[in-house]
């Protein structure tokens, strides 16, 4: 019922390699035929479900999947149809299960007799099945396409499903393939690509922070494992999208938000599991940065070159960022380093929690939050008479408060958290802003040595830092006066 899997794209230079090594292994060869089924109106597509027939060489399968709250897990359900020559849709197999029966109910209502087959694909797989440790581990090779009317996608991908045995086991297994040949981490589904390419487009819809739902029982370790996971399932479908090149500045910035989201958890409630490892910090940091570049680059021409113009500057172009040798953002997701620090990350999620104590959950987080909220409010009190990294530091402890505050935000009344949150967010927007600014003066003194007419944006920008400067101010002055809820 609970399929758990991870699938891997290949590059094209490793690609022949690998399907040679699967030959070498006797690999088992099915040949795979799947229509997928939805509404015109993609009730099953929103809700991220997928409703396939599949021919297996002659045997027909029809499987349900839907999303499962930790990010390896899949919940699964077939029927074998058998030797049909063409099977119709059966949806009289679900009643039977509640699960599948209140995800269909919730997706259709009462759409059921709209479905439609709306894709399809057609895929050559190479099986082979590997013991490892405890473990049995199947390794997939597809190669195939996906088809809708005359439009196709090729199908290249390596998928390790964990049969039986411990998650533990399959990553340890796939950690040298992922060296080996370069696989970087995939999230997509063929199910989504498929309805992509029904939709004639190319870039997903962006992933935006699902809220968490936490019980107060829990222990710290279980707490802060559905934190990461929550932040993962953030980071993972925006970093697949970007590092499949079909991604735009949303997904860059939602990627960057997750991340920061992540590093804020680890930062904060590190010390609620002692499987939780240091280093983890340090790889997110330099990942973090090495998106920077490309997000503050959009940044500027989507929000302060556009005030610029409006002002009366010149219209200035702003330079690529391979100019500036920054690793380009698509290629840092499918680094190894990036694949490594995920895999490590997902087996965190899914360790089995050793502190099992299930009392004091609530007093732990108020002793977090108001560390964070008296360092700002004893930051406001001074904040025009700190240094540059100080007010730097003062906006990382803002941001690092209000990520902290949503994570546990369930365990608490909902309008005394929104009202928190509300009280924050003056101080969080212009200290955003006046970090904006700084990032925009170092790139135009960059600028000006080029270009004279860059002088009138560095002008404007000093003026601009003086006003944002006293209006943050004013706002952590009035954030400092709010009561907080915990």
Request: aromatic share 8%; hydrophobic share 35%.
């Amino acid at each position: 019922m609970l399929e758990v899997e991870l699938k891997f794209q290949i590059p094209a230079s490793h690609q022949e390699k690998l399907y040679q090594l699967f030959l070498n292994k006797n690999a088992r060869l099915i040949s795979l035929y799947a229509k997928y089924y939805d509404t015109p109106e993609r009730h099953l597509a929103q809700q991220k479900i997928s409703l396939r027939q599949r021919l297996e060489d002659d045997h027909w399968i029809q499987t349900l999947k839907a999303p499962c709250n930790h990010s390896l897990q899949r919940f699964e359900l077939e029927k074998d149809l058998g030797e049909l020559k063409d099977p119709t849709l059966d949806l009289k197999i679900y009643p039977s299960n509640s699960q599948a029966k209140q995800l269909l109910q919730n997706a259709l209502g009462k759409q059921a007799k709209n479905l439609t087959v709306q894709y399809e694909t057609v895929v050559q797989r190479l099986v082979h099945v590997v013991h490892f440790n405890r473990s049995e581990i199947e390794v997939s090779l597809d190669r195939g396409e996906i088809r809708h009317n005359d439009q196709k996608l090729p199908i290249y991908e390596i998928e390790f499903e964990l049969k039986q045995g411990s998650i533990h086991d399959l990553i340890k297994f796939i950690q040298p393939w992922v060296q080996r040949y370069d696989l970087w981490l995939d999230v997509r589904s063929k199910a989504q690509r498929g309805d992509l390419l029904a939709q004639d487009l190319t870039i997903p819809p962006a992933q935006f922070a699902a809220p968490l739902q936490l019980n107060s029982q829990d222990s710290t370790d279980s707490t802060l494992k559905q934190i990461i996971n929550n932040a993962l399932q953030h980071l993972l479908p925006n970093a697949a999208a970007i590092a499949a090149e079909q991604y735009d500045s949303e997904h860059v910035h939602q990627a960057r938000v997750a991340m920061r989201r992540l590093r804020s958890a680890l930062r904060v409630f590190d010390d609620w599991s002692d499987q939780v490892n240091p280093q983890w910090q340090e790889q997110l940091t330099d990942l973090f940065r090495q998106l920077g570049a490309t997000r503050d680059r959009d940044a500027l021409n989507e929000g302060l070159l556009p005030q610029l113009q409006q002002a009366g500057g010149p219209y200035i172009e702003l330079p690529n960022i391979t100019e500036e040798n920054q690793i380009a953002v698509d290629e840092s997701l499918r680094s190894s380093d990036f694949v490594n620090l995920m895999l490590a990350l997902l087996q965190f999620v899914h360790q089995p929690v050793k502190n099992k104590k299930k009392s004091g959950l609530k007093k732990d987080i108020a002793k977090k939050l108001q560390k964070l909220h008296h360092q700002i409010c004893k930051d406001a009190e001074q904040f025009l008479d700190l240094d540059i990294p100080s007010r730097h530091r003062t906006r990382k402890r803002v941001k690092r408060l209000r990520y902290s505050v949503e994570f546990v935000a369930s365990l608490y009344p909902d309008k005394d958290v929104k009202r928190y949150l509300k009280d924050l967010k003056p101080a969080q927007e212009s200290l955003g802003q006046y970090n904006d600014l700084m990032m925009a003066e170092v790139m135009f003194q960059n600028i000006v040595k080029r270009k004279q007419k860059a002088w009138f944006a560095l002008g404007w920008i000093a003026n601009e830092k003086k006003y944002i400067l006293q209006q943050a101010k004013q706002h952590l002055d009035e954030y400092s006066k709010t009561d907080t809820f915990w």
